[in-house]
């Protein structure tokens, strides 16, 4: 019988144990729920003030733990002794990093370092999948697109900074010292339960309060003439998963669609499925200091692994909207 966490269909003699840092965050969550029906057995660490969105499993499985402080982590890693480490947790938005650039850089980097630690302590065979970014590739011409993982890196933010930063501690560690580190570079992931921090978690809840009489009937945005690669954040995990399963460890791989979406057609579908009249007003509040016209990724080296799409945008944008009428 095959005992191995390469594989997809688990048996339920191995119990795998899966500790997944941010779990109760968008793509966190995902990753739960894609494993608990895999047969892994699952942990998360979430910080006190993460509101949770788990179901699928007990509340004694969620460590509430700031990654920031290794003793802590170190605390729970001793008590899981997982086989995989799934770190998502971070200060995760472009935008926010202008405004807390100490603090992004302390969760990102410091965070990522105790992880690492941790999981070596652990032992060397534990797996470590590393949340990195395509907020990595920063400043290129547009003609360079759709970007390949070989590009050099020049990040425009501090959060794509930070990025640049993790991904180097976890290639030091693999270098090093032989941890298998998994680097999946995310582009947009798009889904159910995210915060309005983005272009289209905050259109779908203007539209949504619009739409149920709490906010007059216009939509404020920022720069509508970029266009960005967006991925349904179940395709996403899919992804990062074929990573893992096929040990593709210390090579950084684009978990993207290979499309790009201007933000103003994503806008137009969003009025569209709400089927309501709208003004839309820009507010530079919502302008950035640097926004690339154009952020579109190669995928080729994932669909080389076996990766089909399998969510188009619309019934992506459906979902997001008809999860803010829910919420709000």
């Known amino acids: 019988m095959q005992k191995n966490l390469n594989m997809v269909k688990i048996s339920p003699e191995t119990n795998p144990k899966v500790l997944i840092t ?21 942990y998360g660490i979430a910080r006190n003030s993460a509101s949770s969105r788990m179901e699928a499993i007990p509340d004694r499985n969620i ?25 998502m947790a971070a200060q995760a938005f472009n935008g926010l990093s202008w405004e807390c650039e100490e603090s992004t850089h302390h969760t990102n980097y410091k965070g990522t370092l105790n992880v690492l630690k941790c999981a070596l302590r652990n032992g060397e065979s534990t797996k470590v999948l590393l949340a990195c970014s395509s907020a990595e590739y920063g400043d290129f011409d547009i003609s360079e697109c759709p970007l390949k993982e070989n590009r050099s890196l020049r990040p425009l933010t501090p959060y794509g900074v930070s990025k ?17 580190v998994y680097f999946p570079r995310m582009f947009i992931h798009v ?54 399963e096929k040990d593709i460890r210390g090579v950084p791989v684009n978990i993207c669609t290979g499309k790009a979406h201007k933000i103003a057609d994503i806008l137009q579908m969003l009025i569209q499925i709400a089927g309501i009249k709208v003004d839309v007003i820009e507010d530079k509040t ?11 990724g190669d995928n080729s080296l994932i669909k080389s692994y076996g990766f089909k799409q399998k969510y188009q945008m619309q019934e992506t944008l459906e979902n997001v909207y008809h999860d803010w009428l829910q919420r709000i």
């Not at 460590?63 to 770190?87: M, N, Q, S, Y």
């Not at 930063?165 to 030091?172: D, H, I, P």
């Not at 339960?193 to 272009?199: E, I, K, L, V």
């Open 164 to 180: 640049v930063a993790t991904e180097m501690l976890g290639l030091q560690y693999h270098l090093n010292f032989g941890l298998p």
């Open 191 to 244: 889904g159910t339960g995210h915060p309005p921090a983005t272009a289209i978690q905050n259109f779908a809840r203007q539209l949504a309060l619009i739409s149920k009489g709490r906010l007059e009937p216009v939509v404020r945005v920022g720069n509508l003439e970029t266009a960005r690669d967006f991925i349904d954040v179940r395709d996403g995990v899919e992804a990062m998963n074929l990573l893992i």
């Open 22 to 42: 941010g779990i109760t965050g968008m793509v966190g969550s995902y990753f739960q729920l894609m494993y608990k029906d895999r047969g892994y057995e699952v």
């Open 63 to 87: 460590f509430r733990c700031d990654i920031t402080d290794r003793d802590a982590l170190g605390g729970v890693f001793d008590k899981v002794r997982p086989e995989l480490v799934i770190h």
């Open 286 to 296: 919502l302008l950035r200091v640097s926004d690339e016209p154009l952020l579109l």
